[in-house]
């Protein structure tokens, strides 16, 4: 059974930094690319970035661009997000989702998200 | 506001058949696939719809997805109780780069 499970999240200060984890399993990791979307409270769902399967080419929303960096680790079957310099409207829960053939929006398994709050 | 456009609201009663529109552009729905998420409360989306009107395993074929142009749209029939949940489309976009755009989703009632 796929799984991704997410950790990393945590309250965190305006200008802060954190790196997201995400634990995939039951699926050959580095065959699919994989993909970071995040949910503000109360708020509709937002593409943030994506990955090829190979690490070779990542996607940015343009809201993160420049202060967060998608990367993966294919011997730890481990996706990660260096988010940096964070704002307060970074805050979300934030997910991973697994790519599943058709585009980097097509996710066919989600991980349980994780939250991160920037706050003062 | 979101690249592609949803209704905030839709509603139905039990049995009834319910369909949500999500508009975009040639850049995104004109050229690529549609995808189709649903997501209750306090829980992670799930797909309900991928390649714009292919089903996964395990989704009612209650719920159906179609194509036209740059719009899309997801249909239920049979409306449920359990249907009751916020629904959202999704796509790549080959502007900028490229990115991944969402609708702002839908809230289904049912009422």
């Known amino acids: 059974e796929m799984q991704l499970v997410e950790s990393g999240g945590g309250l965190v200060q305006p200008g802060g930094s954190l790196r997201l984890s995400c634990a995939a399993s039951?699926?050959?990791?580095?065959?699919?690319?994989m993909t970071w979307v995040r949910q503000a409270p109360g708020k509709g769902l937002e593409w943030v970035s994506s990955?090829?399967?190979?690490?070779?080419?990542?996607y940015y929303a343009d809201s993160v661009k420049g202060r967060f960096t998608i990367s993966r680790d294919n011997f730890k079957n481990t996706l990660y997000l260096q988010m940096n310099s964070l704002r307060v409207d970074d805050t979300a829960i934030y997910y991973c989702?697994?790519?599943?053939?058709?585009?980097?929006?097509?996710?066919?398994?989600w991980g349980q998200g994780t939250l991160v709050p920037v706050s003062s | 506001q979101s690249v592609l456009t949803q209704p905030p609201s839709a509603s139905g009663t039990p049995g009834q058949r319910v369909t949500i529109s999500c508009s975009g552009s040639?850049?995104?729905?004109?050229?690529?696939?549609v995808n189709w998420y649903q997501q209750f409360p306090g829980t992670a989306p799930k797909v309900l719809i991928y390649?714009?009107?292919q089903r996964p395993s395990g989704v009612p074929d209650r719920f159906s997805g179609s194509k036209s142009g740059t719009s899309a749209s997801l249909a239920i029939s049979g409306l449920q109780s359990e249907d009751e949940a916020d629904y959202y489309c999704?796509?790549?976009?080959?502007?900028?780069?490229?990115?991944?755009?969402f609708g702002g989703g839908t809230k289904l009632t049912v009422l």
């Open positions: 040639s850049s995104n729905i004109g050229s690529n696939t």
């Open positions: 999704a796509a790549w976009d080959d502007s900028l780069n490229g990115r991944g755009v």
């Open positions: 390649n714009s009107d």
């Open positions: 989702a697994k790519v599943n053939r058709y585009s980097y929006t097509d996710l066919d398994c």
């Open positions: 990955i090829s399967g190979s690490g070779g080419s990542a």
């Open positions: 039951g699926f050959t990791f580095s065959n699919y690319a």
